[in-house]
């Protein structure tokens, strides 16, 4: 059965420094790899998809990467900010058991002090 | 406003009593999704669909049930039989295999 994990499960930082975020899987077998910011009492706003077929993705000061083979993915996040601060979770999707899913990790919460 | 819209924000529910929620979604995709957060223990599938009028269990079925008779609409129906139905629900759709998609969710508390 699938497993998704995100270390550290919380981290503080400066404003203004970069930092990853980490999510491992793992059943390779996946179609692709999605990553996720929510904050306190909201849905999930999607920032991320990376294909089963791609290394990373990049957009604005957030860089994505996949490494199907190891099962990680990590999440760079640049330059951040305190409007950054949120949970970020990561998920895989997969066909599992005749269910076709997306797999969660609990998420990181992040936060980012003035 | 193209997206999916979940209602109620916050719903409260006697015991024994069954409630239904609500997702719709304009985007014209062919899959939505059911999940539940609770605190500590990330999100879990309870139903996906597919198609219109098809839909499949996922991890935490049990006390739950759907039906898909629009493609836009995926109700959610919490039945008494769920023991422990707080929680956090969230809507979700995609199409082929691009991104999911999220609803702003639905808090539900038995009183």
């Known amino acids: 059965k699938q497993e998704v994990t995100q270390i550290p499960a919380a981290l503080s930082v400066p404003e203004g420094e970069n930092l990853v975020l980490n999510c491992s899987f793992t059943d390779s077998a996946i179609y692709n790899l999605q990553w996720f910011r929510q904050d306190p009492g909201k849905g999930l706003t999607s920032l991320l998809l990376?294909?089963?077929?791609?290394r990373e993705q990049t957009s604005g000061r957030l860089n994505a990467s996949l490494d199907k083979s190891s099962g990680r993915s990590t999440l760079y996040i640049a330059a951040s900010q305190p409007g950054d601060s949120a949970t970020y979770l990561c998920a895989v999707r997969l066909r599992e058991g005749g269910s076709e899913k997306l797999v969660f990790g609990k998420g990181t919460k992040l936060t980012v002090n003035p | 406003d193209g997206g999916i819209t979940q209602s109620p924000k916050y719903l409260f529910r006697k015991e024994g009593q069954n409630v239904t929620l609500s997702c719709e979604q304009n985007?014209?995709?062919?899959?939505m999704y059911w999940y539940r957060q609770d605190p500590g223990q990330g999100l879990r599938l309870i139903y996906y669909s597919q198609i219109v009028n098809d839909f499949q269990k996922g991890d935490i079925a049990e006390g739950y049930s759907v039906s898909r008779e629009k493609k836009e609409s995926f109700p959610l129906t919490v039945t008494s039989a769920q023991k422990n139905p707080t929680a956090f629900y969230l809507c979700?759709?995609?199409?082929?295999?691009?991104?999911?998609?999220f609803g702003q969710g639905t808090r539900l508390t038995v009183v």
């Open positions: 990376i294909q089963s077929s791609q």
């Open positions: 985007l014209n995709h062919d899959a």
């Open positions: 979700a759709t995609r199409w082929g295999n691009t991104e999911a998609f």
